[in-house]
Structures are given as C-alpha cells and as structure tokens.
C-alpha cells in the first residue's frame, strides 16, 4: 500500500491514540478512531483491515488496532512534516499560532521530504513546533518525555510551560491571552477540587485563575530538582 493523505491521516490518528492509551491498554478502539477521523465504525474497520494487510497496523477484531514498527515509522515522519510546517509558516510567514493547524493538516500530504529538510536547515533543526510538540528526527523517531499538566505537577514550585496538547483555535487565544505559551514562567499556587479551579502565580504576573480541564491541557517541566 502506497502511503496517501487517507492512510496517513489514519496512522496519525492510531499513533495519536496509542499515546493516549493508560499504561495497561495495548490497542486503540476502533470506535476512538472513527472518532478521531470523524468516519462511521464500518469505515475505520475497513481501513484499518487495509493497513493491516499492507503491514502497517495489528489488528483485532472487537478489540483494537495498533501500529507495527513500520506504522510507527511513518506516522513519526507524518508528524514531522506537520510539525516543521507549522513552525515555518509561525516563524517565517508570520501566521499566528492559532491558524496554522488546518493549513498544516493539508501541506503534511505534499510537501516533499527535500523541502522539508530543508525548512528544517532553515529554522536551525528545531526540536519543538509552536505549541510545544516535539519534531520526530528524519528517520521518523519521535522522542519521548513525560511531562506533568498544570493539574497533576507539584504546588508552589517554579516551572516552565512545555506544550499544549489542545490545539483548537479558541482554546489556544485562552492560552496567548492568559500568558500560558511554551516558555512561561509561573508555578501553581493552590487547586480547589470543589470549584474545579486551579491558581496560577509567576513573576511580574497577576494570579489566575482556570478550569481543571484547561489545566490538563497545559503541560510543564520543573526548573528546579526537588529534593
């Protein structure tokens, strides 16, 4: 099976999946992946047998769907288009961060790996996109790094905004307009469960205060190791 647009897009999804899954699940539910491509359940079955028989994904009926090495493989290079382009039309096209998604889903399918490689020589081999995600290497390798969310990291200690992993339009003028952006300083100062609120200090910065669900969407790094 030659890759094109339907097939990667599908790999994405499953790969996105397979991310997302809790520690003990192996394989993405075909449901979550009619889903994600917003197709019916009939649909993504017959692909997905498709991807399977190419090579590219294991499938089970009833159960799931996950992607082989070579799955694995293309999807880390899908990605790297989307990311490397997203990031050059941020940085070299002046396009606000908020816009560049959709114009990126459709340029990840024909763009050339030539220009790609060099988009990437251009912006100096970045490491992540405008929204913190990390760039797979050329070989397609995605390197990994846990991260905890402004809902799970630890109270009064200084962290740095890493990624946000909701890339709707709204949800990211909410994180421009609250100075949420990848490379923030700031550090949670108290979690109320009951109100559903988590608030946020940092230097030279009013508090605020968000929503847990908002918070789970923002991912941190410490600056310092706690002892």
């Not at 970045?126 to 290497?137: F, L, M, V, Y």
């Amino acid at each position: 099976m030659l890759p094109s647009s339907t097939v990667e897009n599908y790999i994405k999804a499953i790969f996105q999946g397979q991310a997302a899954l809790a520690a003990s699940a192996r394989l993405v539910p075909m449901g979550q992946v009619a889903a994600a491509l917003s197709v019916t359940p009939g649909t993504a079955t017959t692909m997905v047998k498709a991807l399977a028989e190419s090579g590219l994904a294991e499938y089970e009926p009833y159960s799931g769907v996950r992607l082989t090495a070579a799955g694995e493989r293309l999807a880390g290079l899908v990605l790297r288009r989307h990311r490397l382009v997203e990031l050059f039309l941020v940085q070299v096209l002046g396009m606000s961060w908020d816009e560049v998604h959709d114009d990126a889903e459709q340029l990840e399918h024909v763009v050339s790996d030539r220009l790609i490689e060099r988009i990437d020589e251009m912006l100096g081999h970045p490491t992540h996109d405008p929204h913190g995600d990390p760039i797979p290497t050329a070989d397609g390798t995605l390197p990994t790094h846990h991260h905890d969310s402004l809902l799970t990291c630890p109270v009064g200690t200084p962290l740095k905004m890493t990624r946000i992993t909701d890339q709707d339009p709204a949800f990211l003028k909410f994180v421009e307009r609250n100075s949420l952006k990848p490379g923030q300083i700031l550090e949670v100062e108290s979690r109320d469960a009951a109100a559903d609120s988590v608030r946020l200090v940092g230097t030279g910065r009013q508090a605020i205060t968000i929503g847990t669900r908002a918070a789970s969407k923002l991912l941190v790094e410490l600056l310092q190791t706690q002892r």
